[in-house]
């Protein structure tokens, strides 16, 4: 049964145009909120609001690069002239170059940098002062559980998903009394385009994938939809008491502590498994 537990919330959510990100923006579409699809990709952000609306929801494509400031503020101000004040921000949109340290290039490390972690600031910093006004918000990071283990062949991307955690931890701190509560979901091993792309990029991508499922205490891979429930939860008024929380949504692989050991051998193949999401 829908319980429609967004009804009345205007939602932007970054990274949008498929994945998790799609998932999340669906999902919240069918609890009532109104939402905007943010995505570097203008086609995958329209085709995301075709299909809330052809299931009766309220969005509004926002082609967007995140790592660019006018880009962001534009796309916020759209947001809040079609519904009104944003009250839920999820900062989802990523890139992840696959690679050991030295198998990075400058130019990947930038831009993952740019993407996961000056582009959160960006959208933040453009939505918080109309929550401050409202006195209400709820802010999600999407972390990672690559940012709390040691994994092995995504060393840049672990590294902004570490940071996302702690970004959302210190900005609880800094508005928890302003009626803003930010927390931060750090997913496990998801059946998503990123781990599709991720796989690919192995020398021996069925035997990998295999390992994914194998590596979770709980034994698969976890689904979009488990994700986005956890985003719900935290959107929703019933995570009232909730802020400075990092939700560890991954079968079990936090206790584990393991990943497939098969970084990919050339760099250049790597690249393949940069995306926005």
Known sequence: MNLRRLEGKVALVTGAGGGIGKGIAVRFAAEGAQVGVLDINPALCQAVVDEIQAAGGAGLALPCDISKEDQVQAAVDKLAAAFGTITVLVNNAAVMPSGRLHETSPEDFDRCVAVNLRGTYLVSRAVIPGMLQARKGSIIHMSSVTG???????AAYSMTKGGLAALARAMSTDYARLGIRVNSVSPGTIDSPMLHHFVAAQSNPELIRKAFDDMHPIGRVGTIEEVANVFVFLASDESSFVTGANYEVDGGLGVKGEQP?????????????????
């Open 148 to 154: 709390i283990l040691g994994l092995p062949g995504i």
């Open 261 to 277: 050991q098969d970084a990919p051998a050339d760099h250049a193949k790597a690249k393949e498994s940069v995306l926005e999401i």
